[in-house]
């Protein structure tokens, strides 16, 4: 295989400007999306209420062996109780099952501002990758920029080689597109030293396309998840853990 | 561990006498990070911070600030907390967490209506400020209105029903008006929260046991009982004592002459296992007192005490001799 010596002029021309405008221009976009604003996560009541719930009818569940048969029942009555049972009144509020834009409006991950606000970053982003792209193609297609490190397959020719029409050319060897494309991850890395490590979360937020949750926020309970802790404690059990336990605490000191 | 490098640090402290700037910093931010309440010694140590080497501090100066100004206002040291806020304000005018800081001011001041006010006005904007509306039921527990106290925290625990701290703290104020079969539904609650904790177990049997009557003696022993069997081996006094106290209570109950009722009296002398109980409970108290570095006077009293307290054998609900639970 032939060793291909390439101008250093390519380096100078080519490389180094790609890399300084992604960096200015990724920096440039951080301060932009700074200005226009995060609206902060102003939480809901309801969904506050309806988390907190469910959290209370679990440790309920999990810990109901150790309360007096009189607390068990007292409880047991207050969360299934038909018509003002609290699960039961949680369950009546939910919109009904047959009708899922409902249930998307109540999410607060859809709530209005947060969505603007993820859909304005995710356009700069969109916005800014698409000029650097359109430029780059445009200014340095048709020559070879960089030689890679590690050898590819030939699969990858078509991708890395975009301009360049050499079949016989090592795959090595790519255009100045797969240096955008390199640079694309590997500047997160920079980023992160001059702007601090936020700005890398963001970028990585947007690049996986997935609106990533600030809090442990899960789904709002659905009507389903009522339900089923109500089925839950219904067929709950009452096996009291202490109904013994002089009999255990005199047998455990019964040798001391 | 922790409380050790505490100590360490603290006492590295006392020893520059607050001259070292850096070690000075050095403790606001473990303070910080470990939510420590030491807010004397922060307040002391971290006024030359805020005021002299504030330029040295940096980007940390504010949240410095806010530590320092309420370690002042918790040490009533209004002066520095005035300093502090207004400061804070100079930077960073109209924030939320300034006005905090200004309605806690006001508390500190005891201009209770006032704060009242700035947090009822915190709600409007955000009715989910917990910070708020624990305020607001602090400063009904500062007036001494007890019964606002309790009605605010259960609004508050009607949407934040897992808060445990919330829960123990209503229990406490019902505590505090007598309350009692309240209280423990909100220990109940708590047992659900972390049914882990013996300690949770031996407060809850106390506070049955203050209640009185046959169930709730029954409930007592059978708590305390439990509490034993998750933490058999140490700090168990105080457990070792209330089944003492239980049981003597249940035998005095069962023995018809102690002025019990009848009802009371049968059902007090179906309690299983009263006498061996208390038997367990007086060898284990001697037991861990002899070992223990209690002062030889205590050591004395001991016996005296488990005397009092002793359950030979449980009366019949129908004899009439009253030797068997020796009274005080």
Not at chain 1, 23 to 28: D, K, V
Not at chain 1, 112 to 120: L, V, Y
Not at chain 1, 128 to 138: A, G, M, V
Request: charged share 25%; proline share 3%; glycine share 4%.
């Amino acid at each position: 295989m032939m060793e291909l010596v390439l101008d250093p002029r390519i380096r100078d021309y080519v490389l180094l400007p790609i890399v300084v405008l992604m960096l200015l221009t990724n920096i440039f976009r951080h301060y932009l999306m700074l200005y226009i604003g995060n609206p902060e996560k102003k939480s809901d009541i309801k969904s506050i209420y309806a988390a907190q719930v469910l959290m209370r009818t679990r440790r309920f569940r999990a810990a109901a062996q150790r309360l007096s048969e009189d607390a068990f029942q007292r409880r047991k009555t207050f969360f299934i109780q038909k018509d003002s049972g609290l699960l039961v009144q949680e369950q009546q509020q939910q919109p009904a099952q047959d009708n899922p834009m409902a249930s998307m409006a109540n999410n607060p991950l859809m709530d209005q501002g947060s969505m603007m606000s993820m859909m304005g970053k995710n356009f700069a982003t969109v916005i800014s990758n698409i000029l650097l792209f359109t430029w780059i193609d445009r200014s340095f297609s048709g020559f070879i920029s960089v030689k890679l490190p590690f050898g590819l397959t030939r699969g990858f020719k078509t991708m890395f080689q975009s301009g360049i029409d050499l079949p016989a050319l090592d795959v090595s060897y790519v255009s100045s597109m797969s240096w955008y494309i390199l640079n694309v991850t590997g500047l997160q890395g920079i980023q992160a030293l001059i702007l601090g490590q936020a700005a890398v979360d963001d970028a990585a937020m947007q690049m996986s396309g997935m609106p990533m949750p600030q809090q442990q926020a899960q789904q709002p309970p659905s009507a389903k998840m009522y339900a089923s802790e109500k089925e839950f404690i219904e067929l709950l059990q009452y096996k009291w853990d202490m109904k013994n336990t002089e009999e255990r605490l005199l047998q455990k000191f019964g040798g001391r | 561990m922790s409380a050790t490098n505490f100590e360490l640090l603290r006492a590295r402290l006392e020893a520059s006498s607050g001259k070292d700037i850096k070690l000075n910093r050095e403790f606001l931010k473990y303070v910080r990070e470990h939510h420590i309440r030491e807010s004397t010694l922060v307040s002391i140590y971290g006024a030359p911070l805020v005021d002299k080497y504030a330029s040295s501090l940096g980007d940390e100066l504010w949240v410095v600030l806010e530590q320092v100004c309420i370690a002042a206002l918790d040490s009533q040291d209004l002066k520095l907390a005035d300093m502090c806020i207004s400061k804070l304000d100079a930077k960073f005018p109209n924030s939320s967490r300034v006005r905090r800081l200004q309605a806690l001011r006001m508390e500190a001041a005891v201009r209770y209506d006032d704060a009242d006010l700035v947090y009822q006005r915190m709600l409007l904007d955000d009715p989910t400020n917990t910070f708020a509306m624990k305020r607001r039921i602090t400063i009904a527990r500062e007036r001494r209105d007890l019964t606002r106290a309790v009605q605010l925290l259960n609004e508050y625990l009607t949407v934040f029903m897992s808060d445990t701290e919330a829960w123990l703290e209503l229990a406490d104020l019902y505590i505090q008006q007598g309350m009692y079969s309240n209280a423990s539904f909100c220990f109940e609650e708590l047992l659900l929260a972390s049914p882990q904790n013996c300690h949770l177990y031996v407060k809850y049997a106390e506070l049955r046991f203050t209640m009185g009557g046959v169930e709730n003696l029954e409930l007592a022993k059978k708590y305390y009982s439990f509490a034993l069997e998750l933490n058999p081996d140490k700090n168990t006094n105080r457990a070792w004592f209330g089944l003492l106290a239980t049981t003597h209570a249940l035998a005095l109950l069962a023995d018809p002459s102690s002025g019990a009722s009848k009802k009371a009296s049968s059902a007090a002398s179906e309690s299983k296992y009263v006498a061996e109980m208390n038997k367990l409970a007086r060898t284990q108290l001697t037991k861990n007192y002899e070992n223990s570095s209690a002062t030889t006077t205590l050591k004395e009293c001991l016996p005296k005490t488990l005397s009092d307290f002793t359950v030979d054998r449980m009366p019949d609900s129908g004899s009439s001799s009253s030797k068997d639970a020796k009274t005080r």
